[in-house]
């Protein structure tokens, strides 16, 4: 794959706005009271009449009760599973050989589970739900719908029900905090925040982070007043360890003032004080020593123009083709045909992968080359994480056959084959394919990989949280992944460019060329305007300032929501990791 001159691409803004849509305002929400069921409706009316009534919460939940039978009505879960659909009213129809059986028949766009996490549906997947119903009164009301059944809902209608929030858990080994992307109906939402907080860890994050497993609300709700959120802990569910009380504090803090109306979170045990050795009120996560790296300093980008590599800041647009001819390399010079390349975040160490993806080197700002002994073939775009680990997917040669993710200690001598040798990192979710991308997240806890199982095959893109040992080397990833914009068919490249956040490089079934896509974790996939040609991607700040580079060495960047600007004096770009 040849490609741009490209890193990491990590974001420099993750802060989440919760509801805010890429390049727009959120939609206007409001306390949507829906038509209840009408006399002498016939089932089919029932069913459709139920299907819109859902798309509501809070108080108007009680309208669309009104379609079931008071035995349903008790045991429905509009919290469950959240089936979006496209298109306009599907037809129900009779089953055949059950009598007053109903089916309807819908293309899923996407699935919201009953913990918020928000799943985008492979293209083309149908699915069929079921509706018994029965007479009441001489009234049809549905009798029986499918087991975990919560809602049908239209494209059109999640951004009325529901808005997207983040839930912290603390990074191990790290004094950073991991965002998983949750979707909520709006009502008593503090509550439903909290609770999510206080859940378990997501699958897909196991070993990576942590949390107080234990902890409970002592009373199930959480007021907010005067733009205090009131939290109050049942004592004796809360570890007494100083260290664990201070993160989960740090967890809470940081996911309800993500909500517009809380700017302070107050923390009680049973009506008790808790004490975290801070007098302030609590607003940030940083009070309790938590660090945001992607707000701490500018990434260090490089510019690339033949065998050269040069700073030239973020600010692309002002790069010249002087400034470019004038300024001075701190690196050897880099073959021409090698595209493959990651900049340490300290920006003294370039990772380079030869074109024909079997050798990597390591150059350092000294001037100096160390090679990598041979470990694998077909090696993916190399990126460092922020502890300094070097990071590349691969086929496995020799003795690493059957192995595809490795890790390299960059902050020891290159030279020391030792400390420095690639070391496979266990990756069960992953198997045997083939990895086209590997690029870890800002706060250095998840890795995000592009697979396939043979070339050409389609693509798979999947996120999983990164185990590491006291000294911060990775031991292994967690053993489940969460899939991603499940509707792109094939990609090439993806990149970080936010805690929560991808940019990929990929196409949609049916579609011909590839294009850029912002791809939300737990979230939706969000088309950016086609720049063709172009197959690697990386930003110099957020989703903002994405830059796609093509093959022949064409740099774009974004410039508003549908313009990019070339930048002309440069054939690749490569931005440090974070």
């Not at 706060?443 to 095959?457: F, H, K, M, Y």
Request: charged share 25%.
């Amino acid at each position: 794959m040849a490609g741009a001159v490209t890193g990491c691409g990590l974001g420099t803004d993750s802060i989440v706005r919760p509801g805010l849509k890429v390049d727009g305002p959120p939609p206007e929400l409001t306390d949507r009271i829906p038509a209840g069921p009408v006399s002498e409706a016939e089932p089919e009316e029932i069913i459709l009449g139920f299907m819109h009534a859902g798309a509501a919460t809070g108080e108007g939940l009680e309208v669309t009760r009104r379609y079931l039978t008071d035995a349903l009505a008790k045991g429905w879960i509009p919290d469950s599973e959240t089936v979006v659909y496209a298109g306009s009213d599907p037809t129900p129809t009779p089953l055949e050989g059950r009598q007053d059986a109903y089916e309807v028949r819908v293309r899923v766009l996407a699935t919201i589970d009953n913990v918020g996490h928000y799943s985008v549906a492979p293209p083309n997947r149908w699915e069929t739900f079921e509706f018994d119903m029965a007479q009441v009164d001489g009234e049809w009301r549905i009798d029986q719908l499918a087991e975990g059944f919560g809602r049908l809902l239209e494209e059109e209608e999640v951004d009325y029900i529901f808005q997207d929030y983040p839930v912290h858990y603390p990074a191990v080994g790290w004094n950073a905090l991991v965002v998983d992307q949750r979707w909520f109906p709006q009502d008593q939402i503090a509550t439903r925040l909290v609770r999510a907080q206080l859940g378990p860890i997501p699958d897909y994050l196991e070993d990576a982070v942590s949390t107080d497993e234990n902890a409970e609300l002592a009373v199930d709700a959480v007021p907010v007043r005067s733009g205090v959120a009131e939290i109050d802990l049942d004592a004796d569910s809360v570890s007494g360890d100083s260290t664990t009380r201070k993160q989960l504090v740090a967890q809470l803090v940081a996911t309800l003032t993500s909500l517009r109306d809380v700017t302070e979170v107050s923390i009680t045990l049973s009506g008790n004080p808790l004490e975290v050795g801070v007098d302030a009120p609590l607003t940030t996560a940083e009070q309790l020593g938590f660090v945001d790296r992607t707000q701490t300093s500018s990434p260090t980008v490089l510019g690339r123009r033949g065998t050269r590599v040069v700073p030239v800041g973020d600010r692309l647009s002002s790069v010249t083709a002087s400034a470019v001819r004038g300024a001075s390399s701190a690196f050897a010079s880099i073959p021409e045909s090698s595209r493959l390349i990651g900049l340490r975040a300290d920006g003294k160490e370039l990772a380079v992968v030869d074109a024909r993806g079997r050798a990597m080197e390591r150059y350092r700002d000294d001037g100096s080359v160390a090679t990598v002994p041979p470990f694998a073939a077909a090696m993916s775009r190399p990126c460092y994480d922020y502890g300094g680990v070097l990071w590349v997917g691969g086929l496995g040669l020799g003795r690493e056959e059957g192995h595809r993710l490795w890790a390299i200690n960059a902050t020891v001598d290159p030279e020391d084959l030792s400390k420095a040798a690639p070391r496979h990192v266990p990756a069960p979710w992953l198997e045997e394919n083939h990895v086209v991308a590997a690029v870890t997240s800002p706060e250095g806890s998840r890795i995000a990989v592009i697979w396939e199982e043979e070339p050409g095959t389609g693509s798979t893109l999947e996120v999983a949280g990164i185990a590491r040992r006291s000294n911060g080397l990775p031991m292994k990833t967690s053993p489940h992944a969460f899939r991603l914009a499940a509707d792109l068919v094939e990609m090439v490249d993806v990149a970080w460019v936010g805690n929560a956040r991808l940019v990929v490089i990929g196409r949609r079934d049916k579609q011909k060329g590839m294009q850029p896509y912002l791809v939300d974790v737990g979230g939706r996939v969000t088309a950016l305007a086609g720049r063709p040609g172009t197959t690697m991607a990386t930003t110099t700040g957020d989703h903002e300032d994405v830059v796609l580079t093509s093959p022949g060495g064409r740099v774009f960047q974004r410039l508003g929501r549908q313009r990019w600007f070339e930048v002309d004096p440069l054939d690749g770009v490569v931005v440090a990791g974070v």
